[in-house]
């Protein structure tokens, strides 16, 4: 993720984050689910998702502080 895309996720307010990690956690669930009966095509979105969760939970973090 480039250093645009993490300014645009800290221009969003709380709400829209919030939203955003429901969001990518939906998707990281399905892409888990696909994975197991391996109708995953790219098996590296999944860590790639869990990298956006965590980008998302720390500017929550940074702005809850």
């Known amino acids: 993720m480039k250093?645009?895309?993490?300014?645009?996720?800290r221009e969003l307010n709380d709400v829209e984050?919030?939203?955003r990690l429901k969001d990518?956690?939906?998707e990281l669930f399905n892409l888990r689910f696909q994975h197991a009966i391996n109708q995953l095509d790219n098996p590296h979105?999944?860590?790639?998702?869990?990298?956006?969760?965590?980008?998302?939970?720390?500017?929550?973090?940074?702005?809850?502080?």
């Open 24 to 26: 990518l956690k939906t």
């Open 3 to 9: 250093a645009t895309e993490i300014a645009k996720i």
């Open 17 to 19: 984050m919030e939203k």
């Open 45 to 65: 979105k999944i860590s790639d998702v869990k990298k956006d969760i965590a980008r998302v939970m720390t500017v929550l973090q940074e702005k809850n502080a």
